[in-house]
T-cell receptor, first 115, second 109 residues
């Protein structure tokens, strides 16, 4: 069974460009989470969805960030315009229970570098 | 006050050593507790859940002290393959998970 799939695995872009990160959760999971990890701040929750509905987006840093989940098998995280301080590893995770009380399965991450 | 605090380490131990990691959390309403493991440049993976009565999985033992809002992880007979970052994870009153910044363990031969 395939795990959480993320693309691209690496992204290098220039400041001001739009960046779109993609995630395919594990089939059957009903919760999806987007995280950002940096050395300074650790792993931070950006937003999570339950049954394709955004539940909590309080972790989204600012209006430049947006996330969608049009169906149970696909989600995107978009940054427009990107800035150097957005450089980080972005993880998508999924689980089959609401509220994160069950194990979350993480994708391999997208390493984003904004120059 | 940070929601989940861990000693970042690094902890450098020889093979066969016993090592303990500690973690404190700030939300007394938290209900679920976990330890995740993250290898260098990899994604976090669940190591074990932490139950009120304490639980053991092979060489790993997790303890929870709700009164002190304190969680621990004990690793016995350390192996080279245990080298990783260990993340303390606490739920935010039944909703999202909050991750600590992690404690780095390096086991040497």
């Amino acid at each position: 069974d395939a795990g959480v799939i993320q693309s691209p695995r690496h992204e290098v872009t220039e400041m001001g460009q739009e960046v779109t990160l993609r995630c395919k959760p594990i089939s059957g999971h009903n919760s999806l989470f987007w995280y950002r990890q940096t050395m300074m701040r650790g792993l931070e929750l950006l937003i999570y969805f339950n049954n394709n509905v955004p539940i909590d987006d309080s972790g989204m840093p600012e209006d430049r960030f947006s996330a969608k989940m049009p169906n149970a098998s696909f989600s995107t995280l978009k940054i427009q315009p990107s800035e150097p301080r957005d450089s980080a590893v972005y993880f998508c995770a999924s689980s089959w229970a609401m509220g994160s009380l069950k194990e979350q399965y993480f994708g391999p991450g997208t390493r984003l570098t904004v120059t | 006050r940070k929601e989940v605090e861990q000693d970042p380490g690094p902890f450098n131990v020889p093979e066969g050593a016993t090592v303990a990691f500690n973690c404190t959390y700030s939300n007394s309403a938290s209900q679920s507790f976990f330890w995740y493991r993250q290898d260098c440049r990899k994604e976090p993976k669940l190591l074990m859940s932490v139950y009120s009565s304490g639980n053991e999985d092979g060489r790993f033992t997790a303890q929870l002290n709700r009164a002190s809002q304190y969680i621990s992880l004990l690793i016995r007979d350390s192996k080279l393959s245990d080298s990783a970052t260990y993340l303390c994870v606490v739920d935010q009153a039944g909703t999202a998970l909050i991750f600590g910044k992690g404690t780095t363990l390096s086991v040497s031969s």
